[in-house]
């Protein structure tokens, strides 16, 4: 027995000896082939091994493989979805022995992975048929201990983004429990900062438990944080995050949603995220952009393969100022004050092309500098390029702007059609928390009727067609409001009006016709106890200046006969306003015919269904101006006179 016992001591021995021996000195660079054969059919794609294959044999052993290829789909944009200059990694043998597959230790070295669409939709990252793919992937996953990436890089494509990212360092630890990823590169343009950090890589093996995952994203200036679970990191299925974003300018998130947004000032907004099938869902959304806050329920997909965006929001607080993006206004702060008066920055039609959106929006508290609002009411829709904002409506007090504004931009030139409705907005509002207010009176009606073509907003009014006008009847304004203006007006308007000190005006009628951006009066009157004030001229919408004269008609024999005429010049932002220094005034007798200042009254009397009381100044004023265009001249001339 002992001899038998020896013998097989000094077999076993040899035979161990030999192994090492086979396996110190066997050439692996034999098993290439076989490999490269093998995996190439599980994965239904070109596999190659085209480096060296080395084994350190120890009870551990380190296996090394070089220069390692992954052929792309055919449709793929490159020939290789995945390269790799080295692949080093260690098994234990005891539990390969045991059926179990235990990677202490797996580094890669340069890895380079493209991960892409295509337009119908269909990814490179799905491997085999059908029936192989309906198997336990489970089951082939290995546990891996430590898992390290050196210089690796990682290019995303879709129809509309692409991303490019380098990966400075990847560690995965199994005993720690996470896994972490660092990476640099760019995303359309814009510098991209990722850092990730996620749960151990046993647990997307078992996938008993949704994975946790914190992730810090940096898009230039924007950085977004989500922190939460998600079912299937690799396809992202099942999030459920807490997310938040924080930049100088929403429109800069134009590149990650594909559709446009306005530039705005800084904003930090956060919400909760969750996903089904390609639809995303931010619940709770809140936060504040510039001085306004926003509140509401957000979803995002790719409807019909186009990025789509659908929100439903409410503000507590709405600063206009914050919406100036909305027409085109540049919200960065300038070192210098444009002269100009309405926004020049101009709209992008290819942004307003990449995606759709519907957007509500409303607020009952708004804060403008001048213009004092109740409340705001706007449905924004974009479509292939065609956006509405309708309604985008102002109530003021018991009165109420409405309009409606469309974009077409499937041209490079955007061309815009506006539709505005003024209903009884008071004076008195538009003079809220100043002196002037109480001795303020009188409602205001009116429309706009505008096309236009242009990328901004000034090169759609300086290029704009239509009408406008407009009516204020039984008014009243502060004499001190008119003193204060400047020394030049005080004394032109004190000597046309009157020194009450408060100056009555019965109606105002003000009907322009637009052509190419000029304004011309067809009716500019001023009904007033004792004149009527005409004005004549024009307003260039293009160039922003104003060209007008008005002239006073008194309706009985008053000094105001042999007064010069009102000019008013010079830009929107700073006018000049002085009496005509060349025309000794309106020398018209009392009997001025009403007919004749209304000539083109039938261009006013469809505003009549705006709302005018019939015992209204306006509308007896209007009344007149009909009579007059039936009856004979000389009872026209009887007629002159506004009661």
């Known amino acids: 027995m002992r001899q038998i016992l020896k013998w097989t001591g000094i077999v076993i021995a040899v035979l161990v000896i030999a192994g090492v021996l086979l396996a110190a000195f066997f050439d692996w660079n034999w098993l290439r082939g076989p490999l490269s054969s093998a995996i190439s059919t599980s994965l239904d794609r070109r596999f190659a091994i085209k480096g060296d294959l080395s084994v350190d044999v120890s009870t551990t052993p380190r296996i090394t493989v070089d220069q390692i290829e992954l052929a792309n789909t ?66 082939s996953l290995p546990e891996i201990g430590l898992l390290a990436i050196d210089d690796g890089q990682l290019l995303y494509r879709d129809p509309v983004t692409e991303i490019d990212v380098s990966v400075a360092s990847g560690i995965a630890s199994a005993r720690q429990q996470f896994v972490k990823i660092q990476g640099r590169g760019r995303y359309q343009e814009a510098k991209l900062k990722i850092e990730a950090t996620g749960g151990a890589l046993s647990e997307l093996k078992e996938k008993k438990m949704p994975y946790p995952v914190d992730i810090e994203l940096a898009l230039g200036e924007t950085l977004i944080t989500a922190k939460g679970t998600v079912k299937d990191p690799a396809q992202f299925e099942e999030p459920d995050l807490n997310l938040t974003l924080k ?91 444009s002269r100009r008066l309405f926004p020049d920055d101009p709209y992008d039609p290819k942004a307003l092309r990449a995606g759709d959106a519907d957007v509500k929006l409303r607020s009952k508290n708004i804060i403008t500098p001048n213009f004092p609002v109740d409340e705001f009411v706007a449905h924004l829709k974009l479509e292939h390029g065609r956006l ?28 815009t059609k506006a ?43 300086g290029h704009a067609d239509g009408d406008v006008a407009l009516i204020m009847e039984n008014g009243r304004i502060s004499n001190l409001l008119v003193e204060l203006i400047g020394l030049d007006i005080a004394r032109s308007l004190a000597l046309v009006l009157t020194h009450d000190p408060s100056i ?13 951006g000029l304004m011309e009066p067809q009716l500019l009157l001023v009904d007033t106890n004792k004149s009527n004030i005409v004005g004549t001229g024009g307003v260039n919408l293009g160039d922003e200046t104003l060209d007008l004269v ?77 009579k007059s265009k039936t009856e004979p001249p000389r009872l026209k001339r009887k007629r002159g006179a506004v009661k």
């Not at 510039?290 to 990025?307: C, F, K």
């Not at 907005?425 to 409602?443: D, I, M, N, Y």
């Not at 005006?505 to 190419?516: G, P, R």
């Not at 005034?585 to 261009?603: E, Q």
Request: charged share 25%; hydrophobic share 40%.
């Open 74 to 139: 055919p449709w793929g944009s490159r020939p290789e979805m995945f390269t790799l200059d080295r692949l080093e990694f260690s098994i234990r043998l005891k539990d390969l022995l045991g059926g179990k597959v235990v990677l202490p230790e797996v580094r890669l070295i340069k890895p380079r992975l493209v991960l892409e669409k295509n337009g119908k939709g269909e990814v490179n990252w799905e491997f085999g048929s059908a029936e192989q793919e309906s198997g336990d992937e489970s089951a």
């Open 247 to 337: 930049g100088p300018d929403l429109s800069e998130l134009q590149p990650l949603l594909g559709v446009s947004l306005p530039k705005t000032p800084p904003y930090r907004l956060s919400g909760h995220v969750t996903r089904k099938g390609e639809q995303w869902n931010v619940k709770n959304f809140q936060g504040d952009v510039g001085s306004s806050d926003l509140a509401g329920d957000l979803t995002y997909s790719t409807r019909d393969r186009r990025p789509f965006l659908r929100a439903d929001l409410a503000s507590k607080r709405l600063d206009m100022k914050d919406l100036a993006g909305f027409l085109g206004a540049d919200t960065a702060p300038k070192k210098e004050e």
């Open 388 to 415: 509405t904002l309708d309604p985008l409506n102002f109530g003021i007090d018991v009165g109420k702007i409405t309009s409606r504004i469309s974009l077409d931009a499937r041209e490079e030139k955007i061309e």
């Open 419 to 461: 539709n505005l409705e003024i209903r009884k907005v008071p004076f008195k509002r538009l003079l809220a928390g100043t002196r002037f207010a109480e001795q303020s009176a009188g409602s205001f009606l009116g429309r706009a009727n505008l096309a236009a073509i242009g990328n901004s907003v000034a090169e759609m009014l």
């Open 504 to 516: 009555p005006i019965h109606c105002v009628i003000a009907d322009f016709s637009v052509s190419q």
């Open 550 to 626: 008005l002239t006073a008609h008194p309706k009985t024999p008053t000094i105001l006969s042999a007064q010069a005429p009102l000019i008013i010049k010079g830009s929107f932002k700073e006018p000049d306003v002085y009496p005509d220094p060349k025309t000794l005034g309106a020398k018209a007798a009392a009997s001025v015919a009403l007919g004749a200042l209304l000539t083109p009254a039938a261009a006013i009397i469809p505003w009549i269904e705006l709302g005018l009381e019939e015992n209204s100044e306006c509308h007896a004023l209007i009344d007149a101006a009909k």
